[in-house]
């Protein structure tokens, strides 16, 4: 789901993959992955939220089913600060590696830092799945978010990579799964990446005609942050999801 240039798509790096991490519990929720992978997950930064990887073949991801956002019971051992310190300041030097070869390096360095995890950490195949998805290669992060989500992933990694997932999803040409993986997601406990929730929720549905239910995800999220005119856009947006349905 990575938002990046060039190859990159909607995984960005997020406040998570800072070394400011390193300062918090290991799976504390942090800010929102903002603009994707290179802030450790990919949320649209500026750069655009489109990297549609490398042509792969979306029919060969398997589709995620309704278990892989259920989660098992969380893995008994969580990633040491100081894991987490080394995963933030990879993600914090992502910009350094320009080229194939470079994001073929990024990976590499990835996924020896996931490497040091027992097999089935939800951290260390979230943190694999992201900088495949910030490398441009949403078909090869897709069946390791499910993964990690089967796995028991918690906190603000556990809402990344479901939004990254849709994202990935949907740049795979599946936005149907994007938005069904998603809109369960409208209910649950507030946190700081509900609005991301409803950008990448409006690009599927756009994907799939409803451009204006999407419109009115768009409207639900800037509302809040108008400094006038927030209750009247905050209504126009009820009236175009309500509309739809």
């Known amino acids: 789901m990575t938002v990046w240039q060039g190859s990159r798509t909607l995984c960005e790096a997020s406040p998570m993959h800072r070394s400011d991490q390193a300062n918090a519990p290991a799976g504390a929720s942090r800010a929102p992955g903002g603009p994707d992978a290179s802030e450790g997950e990919a949320i649209a930064t500026g750069d655009g939220v489109d990297a549609r990887g490398d042509g792969a073949d979306a029919s060969a991801v398997a589709a995620p089913s309704a278990s892989a956002l259920s989660g098992s019971e969380p893995s008994a051992s969580l990633p040491s600060a100081e894991w987490e ?10 910009d350094a590696y320009t080229d194939q070869h470079g994001e073929a390096a990024f990976r590499d360095l990835i996924g020896s830092l996931a490497a040091e995890q027992p097999q089935g950490s939800a951290p260390a195949d979230f943190e694999r799945a992201s900088s495949f998805d910030s490398t441009g290669h949403p078909d090869l992060a897709v069946p390791l978010y499910e993964s990690a989500l089967r796995a028991g992933l918690t906190g ?6 479901v939004i990254q997932l ?3 999803l949907r740049n795979l040409g599946r936005p149907e799964e994007s938005v069904a993986l998603l809109t369960p997601e409208l209910g ?3 946190g ?3 609005d991301a929730v409803r950008a990448v929720l409006a690009l599927a549905l756009t994907d799939l005609g409803r451009a204006r239910e ?3 995800h768009v409207l639900t999220a800037l509302a809040p942050h108008l400094p006038r005119y927030q209750r009247s856009m905050g209504n126009y947006a009820r009236l175009l999801t309500e509309q739809d349905h």
């Open 156 to 161: 603000e990694r556990r809402q990344r990579a």
């Open 188 to 190: 649950a406990p507030q």
């Open 166 to 168: 849709a994202s990935s």
């Open 85 to 94: 310190r080394r995963v933030a300041d990879a993600w914090a030097g992502i």
């Open 214 to 216: 999407g419109v009115g």
């Open 192 to 194: 700081q990446l509900d």
